[in-house]
């Protein structure tokens, strides 16, 4: 996860509680129109933030063992 989401310019994943931030570097040149698209196929899941410093949230449901490879297939889908 750590390795796909660096090539997209994430600087940070941090888990809080119950979901798990992605930070992008303000520079990013991550692709608007994906980052979106994977943002609305993922509608229950993984919020965009905006402002200086972007940020995905991934929202972890109850019992989701496999979050990580599912944050990881998103971040894949981005990049």
């Known amino acids: 996860l ?7 310019g994430v600087i940070s ?3 809080k509680q119950s979901s798990v931030v ?15 698209q994977t943002v609305k196929n ?4 993984l919020f965009l933030s905006g ?3 972007p940020y995905l949230t991934y929202k972890i449901t109850e019992g989701d063992s496999k979050f990580i490879l599912d944050m990881k297939r998103c971040v894949e889908e981005i990049g």
Not at 22 to 34: A, G, H
């Open 22 to 36: 992605l930070k992008f570097k303000p520079d990013s040149d991550v692709d608007v129109n994906k980052l979106l």
């Open 51 to 53: 402002g200086g410093t």
């Open 2 to 8: 750590k390795s796909a989401a660096h090539k997209i």
């Open 13 to 15: 994943i941090i888990q």
């Open 42 to 45: 993922n509608n229950k899941k």
